[in-house]
């Protein structure tokens, strides 16, 4: 669906997307939304100051957070029109907590 779905757009814009290529621009878009959706709830639910928690990316729009002796996973979720993502429709979602 997504394949045809982006041949559909391709060919407005003048030639064919592949599920691959739009994939990857949407990931994109989800990874640099990823620190302002995700941060703010991973201070509140490791009880830690953003300033000291670090983030890197885990998996698919999975990102792990460390800071304050603990460890969370957060899931990234976001709206889509076509190829870009909705403005502000992105929300995370806690996935694991551990101590280090």
């Known amino acids: 669906m997504k394949f045809i ?15 691959a ?13 990823a620190p302002s959706v995700v941060m703010k709830p991973a201070a509140f639910e490791l009880n830690c100051d953003a300033s000291q928690l670090t983030m890197q990316k885990v998996g698919q729009a999975q990102y792990g ?6 460890r969370a996973t957060f899931g ?4 889509f029109d076509g190829d870009e993502i ?15």
């Open 21 to 33: 290529e739009l994939n990857a621009k949407l990931q994109s878009q989800v990874d640099a939304a």
């Open 86 to 100: 909705v403005k502000d429709s992105c929300t995370s979602l806690k996935m694991s907590e551990t101590q280090n």
């Open 5 to 19: 779905y982006g041949c559909l757009v391709g060919v407005v814009l003048g030639g064919c997307v592949n599920s």
């Open 65 to 70: 957070v460390s800071g304050c002796g603990k």
């Open 76 to 79: 990234v979720m976001c709206r």
